[in-house]
């Protein structure tokens, strides 16, 4: 496909009638079907598995930074809020020991060309302390160029200098992405981040100033005190910054998972309507801005690499969202990172104490995970084509399966009608298309595809675990 995607269109009576929880599909089977009898001899069974086949996909790393200097409170992130410093350069100890030893497994099959530091606040780190960990990095992988490799850094514009912008750019990240959430002082005020615009603004020059080939955007919507005006203001301040790509995502109040979201008043929060009307606008102002609806709460330029990739069929999701870099393997260090390899996920141990413990027993700190069997396999290949290009060919499916599409799916396309009846999705003889109006719907068409989803409701009911689709 060469186009850009037509518009998304907003229908707000679907969307009431159909928002419900659901997975995000960063993964299938999502996180919460890892299994703990899954452990570092699994994983190193699979990375044998990889060595035997002499795999030489491109490989994806991931680095968590959990520490933050003050709390948010709408952030459902695994953090560790602490002013206390020294507990970083402990950290970054037992964390080299993680990367040299999957630097040992992984040495020789393939190059890193995507690198991803996530937390937390990564850059909670010194510029030193940071410095030093991309050093040791590239000592222990093999790095594609800066030319050809995606090596992108979340960063808190309240942590950073102007000189600290162009250190990390000169340290080897490309890309940055900023949390905002919202420009609003009273919103600010209501979860606990005070962030002024021009601060912001000052990161994002000097990110331009820098060389970093794009910036990156992270709204929410729904936080309390939000109002269409207050959001509306926010939007024209983010147009007029000129972002390369905007995360919107929608606000999930899970008081009862999250602690920090207790410090919410549940009296500031708005109304499910006014949610959906923020929503609406907020697509509405970003598409007449230019920007491409990606999916998943994504936006982006028509020339940035998310939109190209999506135009071009290799637009993928893992746990950092959406990628441009289909088929790689994803090597995740730090608490509770979560690393797909091969036909596996594997994460790590989710508090520090047990992680440090595993390390010191020379062992790779995973807690648990799942080997995909077949079934997996076809459904998460299912469900990722739909996630990134709302689009799916099904006989396609047939040329990498053994099976017959409308047989062994038949219940599943069943199900789909209903969707079909309500404009959401198109099926014909050979694709299944959704349709402007199914896009902003797309989590509860591939929930039809879960098979776990079901075995829930019949096995034990599951702790609601799962933001609303919408």
């Known amino acids: 496909m060469n186009t850009p995607f037509p518009p998304v269109e907003f229908d707000a009576g679907i969307i009431g009638k159909l928002s419900q929880s659901g997975p995000r599909y960063t993964s299938y089977p999502t996180a919460d079907r890892f299994q703990s009898d899954f452990g570092y001899g699994q994983f190193l069974e699979a990375v044998a598995g990889l060595r035997m086949r002499r795999s030489r996909r491109p490989l994806s790393l991931y680095i968590h ?4 200097d003050t709390v948010c409170y709408y952030c459902g992130c695994n953090k560790i809020v602490t002013k206390d410093h020294s507990k970083a350069a402990v950290y970054l100890g037992y964390l080299k020991q993680e990367i040299d030893m999957q630097g040992r497994l992984f040495d020789g099959m393939g ?28 000592a222990n992988f093999d790095f594609a160029d800066d030319a050809h490799g995606e090596y992108s850094i979340e960063i808190d ?3 950073v200098s102007v000189e600290r912008v162009h250190s990390l750019r000169k340290q080897g990240f490309n890309r940055i ?16 981040r005070i962030q002024p615009e021009a601060e912001t603004r000052a990161v994002m020059d000097a990110a331009r100033a820098a060389g970093f080939r794009s910036i990156s955007i992270d709204l929410i919507y729904g936080l309390p005190k939000q109002t269409k005006d207050s959001m509306a203001q926010t939007l024209d301040k983010v147009i007029a910054a000129n972002p390369d790509r905007i995360a919107l995502y929608n606000y999930a109040h899970l008081p009862h998972i999250f602690k920090p979201q207790r410090r919410i008043s549940e009296a500031d929060m708005p109304s499910p309507a006014v949610k959906l009307e923020l929503l609406a606008m907020s697509i509405e102002r970003l598409c007449a801005a230019g920007y491409i609806y990606i999916g998943m709460d994504h936006f982006a330029k028509p020339d940035d690499e998310l939109a190209v990739a999506q135009r071009q069929g290799r637009l993928q999701r893992n746990f950092q969202g959406y990628s441009t870099r289909s ?31 595993k390390l010191e027993s020379g062992v790779l700190p995973i807690t648990r995970g799942i080997k995909l069997d ?15 290009n709302f689009e799916l060919s099904m006989s396609s499916i047939e040329q990498g399966f053994p099976i017959r599409f409308r047989q062994y799916f038949m219940t599943e396309l069943v199900k789909l009608k209903a969707f079909e009846d309500d404009g959401l999705l198109t099926i014909d003889d050979e694709w299944i298309s959704v349709t402007p109006k199914g896009r902003l719907l797309i989590r509860n068409i591939c929930m039809v595809f ?10 034990a009911p599951q702790p609601l675990r799962y933001s609303k689709t919408i």
Do not use: W
Not at 126 to 132: A, E, I, R, V
Not at 450 to 459: F, I, K, P, S, T
């Open 157 to 159: 514009p309240r942590t």
């Open 327 to 357: 088929e790689s393997e994803l090597i995740s260090c730090g608490v509770s990172a979560i690393s797909a390899v091969g036909a596996t996920y594997s994460q790590n141990e989710k508090t520090l104490d047990a992680y440090y413990a």
């Open 374 to 388: 077949n079934d997996d396999l076809l459904r998460r290949i299912v469900i990722q084509k739909l996630m990134c």
């Open 111 to 138: 190059q890193i060309e995507q690198l991803h530091f996530g937390g937390g606040t990564p850059t909670y780190l010194s510029d030193k302390q940071m410095g030093d960990l991309m050093a040791h990095l590239r």
């Open 450 to 459: 879960d098979r776990y989803l079901g075995m829930a409701q019949e096995v």
């Open 65 to 68: 930074i959990p520490f933050c």
């Open 177 to 192: 992405s900023l949390g905002v959430q919202d420009f609003d002082p009273e919103v600010q005020k209501a979860v606990n």
